[in-house]
């Protein structure tokens, strides 16, 4: 094994942070919460860890080193995921941060062809399979009817001198969102200061992008207090938790 000298050293760290910038900046350019610092530090780091393994001259640390950085990529993409309603948030950018890591360790290792390779694979992924994504999100599935509806819920309180006000908001938010409600029901709270406003919909297509513009428009408003959205076949949330104003 020979040794490492201060070009191969430049050379492969130079290869690593690039190909990682290189990823960041289509990430940025997305607005994504790892941008092109973030990818950048990743591929450096894991490409240093590396290079410190091949600079003590030890034929087997290479290997071992790069497993440890797999499994230390791990916790940094935990950090970025995170838990929005009932989906999850950052799976993508914890993944892009993974292959950042490996770009690095392929830079490091020598295979700076295959560090360059690696890196248009990640961006090709993200360019190309994006639309793919969003066609097939859009698409009915295999034996699905495109015009079955779901039931949904809109709930809020506002106040009780508020109330005809608001209500009128909402039915004007639903037909702005052509929502008609298939059920409105309003019931004072034992407060007496507060009326809860109840609004059950007919959604036919994805729900989320249909009620986002009605709790966008009400959540504006000053005289409510709570507003949220649930589909009828969840639970309702808990009065102690966090409601969703948008």
């Known amino acids: 094994m020979h040794a490492l000298t201060m070009i191969d050293f430049l050379t492969r760290l130079a290869a690593g942070a690039g190909c990682g910038a290189l990823i960041g900046v289509e990430r940025q350019w997305r607005a994504r919460m790892a941008g092109l610092r973030t990818n950048a530090l990743v591929a450096t780091g894991a490409t240093l860890f ?12 290479p290997t071992r080193v790069a497993s440890y950085v797999v499994s230390g990529i791990g916790f940094l993409g935990g950090g970025v995921i995170l838990r929005d309603g009932a989906g999850v948030r950052g799976l993508n950018t914890a993944a892009t941060l993974w292959c950042s890591a490996a770009v690095g360790v392929l830079a490091a290792s020598g295979r700076l062809p295959f560090a360059v390779l690696g890196t248009l694979a990640v961006l090709a992924v993200h360019l190309v399979l994006r639309p793919a994504g969003r066609w097939l999100d859009r698409a009915p599935a295999a034996g699905s009817d495109p015009d079955a509806a779901v039931r949904a819920t809109v709930h809020l309180v506002c106040e009780r001198q508020a109330e005809t006000h608001i209500r009128a908001l909402l039915l004007q938010a639903l037909a702005g969102s052509q929502l008609a409600p298939i059920g409105l029901r309003a019931r ?14 007919a959604i036919s297509g994805p729900v989320a992008p249909a009620l ?6 009400l959540s504006l408003e000053p005289g409510v207090h709570d507003l949220h959205w649930h589909l009828h076949d969840e639970p309702e949330p808990h009065p102690d938790r966090p409601r969703a104003l948008a």
Request: glycine share 10%; charged share 30%.
């Open 50 to 61: 590396v290079l410190y393994s091949e600079a003590v001259g030890d034929l087997g640390s």
């Open 188 to 201: 004072r709270e034992d407060n007496g200061d507060t009326t809860s406003l109840r609004a059950a919909v």
């Open 212 to 217: 986002e513009p009605v709790i966008a428009r």
